[in-house]
């Protein structure tokens, strides 16, 4: 079982700036990809960014493509999503997830961290 926290959001101006934490109670943090998803009022959840269980590997929807960076320290069993440039249509509730495995999906989440940009 691993339990997931967010925090971080709030209300930004558009333009700005804001970096979103996942901290994880995982005992092996690092055998989990991660990832950021985000659902806007009436909207789908959709995907935003993942990293692999080492970091080495990220990857980005196409929507936050050089703004978001998502990052992860294994020692401290946290992801981060930084998040620059931020744009009026990336108002929504953010979540980040762990996936156990490849071809698992994503089977751990949290409760979600709101982010609202004003323009």
């Known amino acids: 079982q691993v339990q997931l926290v967010e925090s971080g959001g709030g209300l930004v101006q558009a333009g700005g700036s804001l970096r979103l934490s996942c901290a994880a109670s995982?005992?092996?943090?690092?055998?989990?990809?991660m990832g950021w998803f985000r659902q806007a009022p009436g909207k789908d959840r959709e995907f935003v960014a993942a990293?692999?269980?080492?970091?080495?590997?990220?990857y980005y929807a196409d929507s936050v493509k050089g703004r978001f960076t998502i990052s992860r320290d294994n020692a401290k069993n946290t992801v981060w999503l930084q998040m620059n440039s931020v744009k009026a249509e990336d108002t929504a509730v953010y979540s980040c997830?762990?996936?156990?495995?490849?071809?698992?999906?994503?089977?751990?989440w949290g409760q979600g961290t709101q982010v609202t940009v004003s323009s």
């Open positions: 997830a762990a996936q156990p495995g490849p071809g698992l999906g994503y089977e751990y």
């Open positions: 990293i692999s269980g080492s970091g080495g590997f990220t």
């Open positions: 995982a005992r092996t943090f690092s055998a989990y990809r």
